[in-house]
């Protein structure tokens, strides 16, 4: 899985977003950049979880007087849980269960992950602290580097793909120059992998899951394997970086391959309302009730 060739920092000593990280004593990043991303970089490794935001904080209007103002969310990319501390709630003789509170998503989350030879099954519960329903957002992104990406085959079922609006930068060369925001593209072409000697390149595709929600990556003589819960999770979003982000902290080095089965296709803000609520024929919303919400997940290698 992806290890970033940069020095991981304390995530809790970065600004969510520029200079409002004042806001909680935060001093500014000066290896990360001053984005929301910068706190989430400073310590992130091959599995992250979105959740309650996939792509980067909502902006909304509020009146302050006679003026109407855009507002932000002070939350950091893909919410709060890849940069809170985490606590160990209980633990037994093939189990360990952790648990974070998220202040601004209002949300207590908790983990517990079983191991069963080679295997591993993660159930997340989701609860509301106000005993709430809630609709979220939310995607387990599992990511992947050298040297394990170089020459990687997937396996997966999905039957469409469909290329985010925009790019993660501009120093990004999407693969498929051709096409517009929101086209259509080869599924096949979408899972291929660029090579190392590839020129450099990098795109965000969604790609609706067809079968039981499970992919497979092979490669020197290895396999990683996911399977989790379609009703939750009915999308499979591939993040692809060959190098392309020039920018601290990818500097034209990283590779990398996200594999980020989600609640909804794309790693955006607010959806604009044609697909605030489906996508493509699939649900693009997470509901929470406020007694909570549990998915299991399964992670197997060989």
């Given at each position: 899985m992806w290890q970033p060739h940069w020095d991981s920092k304390d995530p809790s000593k970065i600004p969510y977003d520029g200079t409002a990280g004042l806001k909680r004593g935060w001093v500014m990043?000066?290896?990360?950049?001053?984005?929301?991303?910068?706190?989430?970089?400073?310590?992130?490794?091959?599995?992250?979880?979105?959740?309650?935001?996939?792509?980067?904080?909502?902006?909304?209007?509020k009146q302050q007087g006679k003026l109407l103002k855009t507002v932000k969310e002070w939350k950091p990319l893909h919410g709060e849980a890849g940069v809170l501390p985490w606590t160990l709630e209980d633990a037994g003789g093939d189990y360990a269960r952790v648990g974070v509170t998220l202040p601004e998503a209002n949300l207590k989350v908790a983990r517990t992950f079983t191991m069963d030879g080679g295997s591993v099954s993660m159930a997340t519960e989701v609860t509301p602290l106000d005993g709430q329903e809630r609709n979220i957002e939310w995607c387990e992104h599992v990511t992947i580097g050298d040297p394990f990406l170089d020459g990687a085959t997937v396996e997966t079922e999905v039957d469409g793909a469909w290329l985010m609006p925009g790019q993660h930068s501009p120093d990004d060369a999407s693969r498929f120059p051709g096409a517009?925001?929101?086209?259509?593209v080869p599924v096949d072409q979408a899972l291929a992998m660029p090579l190392s000697t590839d020129p450099p390149c990098g795109d965000v595709i969604a790609t609706r899951v067809s079968g039981d929600g499970s992919f497979k990556v092979s490669n020197l003589g290895r396999t990683l394997g996911y399977s989790w819960d379609t009703k939750v999770f009915p999308w499979l979003c591939l993040w692809t970086e060959n190098k392309g982000r020039q920018d601290l902290p990818w500097e034209g080095v990283e590779r990398t391959r996200g594999f980020e089965f989600s609640s909804?296709?794309?790693?955006?803000?607010p959806p604009p309302p044609e697909r605030a609520t489906e996508f493509q024929g699939k649900p693009t919303t997470c509901v929470v009730p406020g007694s909570g919400l549990e998915t299991s997940v399964k992670i197997t290698w060989e």
């Open positions: 990043s000066k290896h990360f950049g001053g984005g929301d991303e910068a706190c989430l970089l400073a310590g992130i490794v091959g599995h992250n979880l979105c959740i309650d935001r996939f792509g980067g904080p909502h902006s909304y209007e517009m925001p929101l086209d259509a909804k296709p794309f790693p955006e803000g």
